[in-house]
T-cell receptor
Framework: KAGVTQTPRYLIKTRGQQVTLSCSPISGHRSVSWYQQTPGQGLQFLFEYFSETQRNKGNFPGRFSGRQFSNSRSEMNVSTLELGDSALYLC?????????????FGSGTRLTVV | DAKTTQPPSMDCAEGRAANLPCNHSTISGNEYVYWYRQIHSQGPQYIIHGLKNNETNEMASLIITEDRKSSTLILPHATLRDTAVYYCIVSPTNNAGNMLTFGGGTRLMVKP
C-alpha cells in the first residue's frame, strides 16, 4: 500500500511569506501529526489531527497552523516566515493516533527560508 | 523534555550484533518503550515497541529490564543499511494525541 505522501519535497521561500505543506496519510489512517526537525532542536511535535479536529498542539507560535480534511489529508501553514523556520517538516499518520499502532512517517518537506 | 537517555553515537562492525541501550528510569506503568530510526534525509521508521516483555520482529529484538528502567534494542546482524539515528521513546498506551517526544537518539555507524 502507498505510504505517507508529503508535497512538495523541497521549497524555498522568502522571509515574510507564507507557505502551505500537504500530507496524505496511508489509506484508512485517520490521525495525522506534524513534526519540525532542525539541527539545533531535533524533532519537535507541532500538532495532531484526528477526524478533522486538532487534538493536541506543541509549543509553537500561532504562525503555525494546520487543518485536516474529510478524506484525512492534512495541510499545515506557516505565515510570516522567519529564517528560523527553515527545517524538515515531517508528517506521520496512524490508524487512531494511539501509540500502539505505530506511526508511519513521510519523507518530509524541506523548507528553506531566505 | 525527552524521558529517555541514549549514548550519542555507537559503532558496529557489519555482520555483528548492534546493541543500543536506552535508560528510561522515570517510565510510568502505562508507558510503552518505542524504537524508531531515521536514515539520512528520510522520515523516522518504526522498529518495535514493548511494555515489559521482550519483543522480537523481523527487524530487531527489544529487551526490557525487569524494573523497566532501561532497555536494549538489538539488531542481530547489522548491515551498512542499518546506519541511522536510533530513537528510544516512551509513550503512554492511550496517547490519543499522537505525540512522540524525541530525544537526541543514538547515531549508529555500521562499518565494513
Amino acid at each position: 500500500k502507498a505510504g505517507v505522501t508529503q508535497t512538495p519535497r523541497y521549497l524555498i521561500k522568502t522571509r515574510g511569506q507564507q507557505v502551505t505543506l500537504s500530507c496524505s496519510p496511508i489509506s484508512g489512517h485517520r490521525s495525522v501529526s506534524w513534526y519540525q526537525q532542525t539541527p539545533g532542536q531535533g524533532l519537535q511535535f507541532l500538532f495532531e489531527y484526528f477526524s478533522e479536529t486538532q487534538r493536541n498542539k506543541g509549543n509553537f507560535p500561532g504562525r503555525f497552523s494546520g487543518r485536516q480534511f474529510s478524506n484525512s489529508r492534512s495541510e499545515m501553514n506557516v505565515s510570516t516566515l522567519e529564517l528560523g523556520d527553515s527545517a524538515l517538516y515531517l508528517c506521520a499518520s496512524s490508524f487512531t493516533g494511539g501509540a500502539n499502532y505505530g506511526y508511519t512517517f513521510g519523507s518530509g518537506t524541506r523548507l528553506t527560508v531566505v | 523534555d525527552a524521558k529517555t537517555t541514549q549514548p550519542p553515537s555507537m559503532d558496529c562492525a557489519e555482520g555483528r550484533a548492534a546493541n543500543l541501550p536506552c535508560n528510561h528510569s522515570t517510565i510510568s506503568g502505562n508507558e510503552y518503550v518505542y524504537w524508531y530510526r531515521q536514515i539520512h534525509s528520510q522520515g523516522p521508521q518504526y522498529i518495535i515497541h514493548g511494555l515489559k516483555n521482550n519483543e522480537t520482529n523481523e527487524m530487531a529484538s527489544l529487551i526490557i529490564t525487569e524494573d523497566r528502567k532501561s532497555s536494549t534494542l538489538i539488531l542481530p546482524h547489522a548491515t551498512l543499511r542499518d546506519t541511522a539515528v536510533y530513537y528510544c521513546i516512551v509513550s503512554p498506551t492511550n496517547n490519543a494525541g499522537n505525540m512522540l517526544t524525541f530525544g537526541g537518539g543514538t547515531r549508529l555507524m555500521v562499518k565494513p
